[in-house]
């Protein structure tokens, strides 16, 4: 199975302001092109061709790094622009998710300044988590790529802190883009909904 790369679920300017047409054109039609294509070669050979899409990232982890790279990033974009909708964020959570994230993270406030930061602190180029692993919920943060696939965990919700992310609109104020994303961009609804898968 090949990699294609999906259309964004809005407009380009559906997450205006705190999310520019400009970042999302750089952001999809450049930085996520890129690692469908690349992606697209480096499968040629790998003897993971007819793979899913997490198949190929667990199983080139560790063994073929451009690969993984590529396939890494084109997963968690696939989801990244899905974790995202116009009007979204704040505090009206769906019932299932919210009941989990009192018990598991210690409320919505703790679980927003957690997850703010994980994607704060995490050095250079990476993602900020929510992830399920064991059952139970749990912020994380990986380097580059990277997802919670590798780690034995299903990811529920991932917020990209590489600079393409956000440099066009918030220059090297990290902190400001992560408080946007959790305030006003989160789809909490598709946060659920793969919660759901992850707990079955």
């Known amino acids: 199975m090949s990699f294609t790369l999906p259309e964004l679920p809005y407009s380009y ?30 499968l040629e050979g790998s003897g ?26 084109h997963y968690n974009h696939i989801h990244f622009w899905k974790w995202m909708k116009p009007n979204g964020g704040g505090d009206k959570l769906p019932g299932k998710l919210k009941a989990a994230i009192d018990s598991d993270l210690g409320g919505l406030e703790k679980m927003k300044a957690d997850f703010a930061q994980a994607g704060a602190t995490q050095f250079g180029s990476g993602w900020a988590w929510i992830e399920v692993k064991g059952g139970k919920l749990a912020i994380s943060k990986t380097p580059n790529g990277e997802n919670p696939l590798v780690n034995g965990a299903s990811p529920i919700l991932g917020c990209d802190v590489w600079e393409h992310s956000y440099y066009i609109d918030y220059r090297n104020r990290r902190p400001d883009y992560l408080k946007a994303f959790l305030d006003h961009l989160v789809n909490w609804e598709y946060v659920e909904e793969m919660y759901t898968a992850a707990t079955k």
Not at 13 to 42: F, I, W
Not at 49 to 54: F, I, M
Request: aromatic share 8%; glycine share 10%; hydrophobic share 30%.
């Open 13 to 42: 300017d559906a997450l205006a302001p705190y999310m520019s047409r400009e970042t999302l054109e750089y952001h999809h039609d450049k930085h996520h092109k890129a690692y469908v294509d690349n992606g697209n070669k480096l």
């Open 48 to 73: 993971l061709e007819g793979k899913s899409l997490e198949d190929v990232v667990k199983g080139s982890h560790g063994k073929n790094a451009g690969l993984f790279n590529n396939a890494g990033q």
